[in-house]
């Protein structure tokens, strides 16, 4: 009789332990449904909003899947700005950041263009705005922005991603 209580004791945890499986397993399956739906959900709620904003945001999204070139300013810019009575000497070396070999080449063929947007942006700044991380930050975003809207019509996108200062001196 004691082998027949431990063995229906034995019978009868199985199942308990089964019914443990199943339910963790269909609570680990529910979550794993509700996070791919929210995910979906994410996604698909972008490209509907990049359909409505037209190709231009496309072909940036496009341009930012590839990979990273930067295409360095062949010669330093040097320039004066005005200071309370005494001139300073600037000198900012610069390169530009596009995606894909394609824009690189676009990139390097319009060097002249795009050091002329770059000097005037550069010598309309002040020593002030120099003299500052934020003002350097803004005369940046100035140069990006005058970039892109030089090469604009040209090409016909936005083809340069950054202007990064690789090298900084002011006198």
């Known amino acids: 009789m004691a082998e027949e209580q431990s063995l229906e004791l034995e019978v009868s945890n199985e199942p308990k332990s089964n019914k443990k499986l199943i ?16 995910l979906w959900m994410l996604f698909s709620g972008d490209d509907a909003s990049d359909q409505a904003d037209g190709q231009s945001t496309v072909a940036t ?37 596009v995606r894909g070999k394609d824009d690189d080449i676009l990139i390097k063929k319009h060097i002249p263009l795009l050091e002329d947007a770059l000097l005037t942006t550069f010598s309309g700044s002040d020593v002030q705005k120099l003299s500052t991380l934020a003002g350097k930050d803004e005369v940046r975003l100035l140069a990006l922005l005058n970039v892109q809207n030089t090469l604009q019509p040209i090409i016909g996108r936005k083809v340069v991603e950054k202007v990064l200062f690789t090298g900084f001196v002011m006198q």
């Not at 339910?23 to 739906?37: D, R």
């Open 61 to 97: 999204e496009t341009a930012n899947q590839g990979e990273a070139f930067y295409a360095a300013m062949p010669r330093p810019f040097l320039f004066n700005l005005p200071s309370n009575g005494r001139t300073r000497l600037v000198e900012i070396k610069v390169q530009l950041m």
């Open 23 to 38: 339910m963790f397993g269909s609570i680990a399956a529910v979550l794993i449904i509700i996070i791919l739906v929210t």
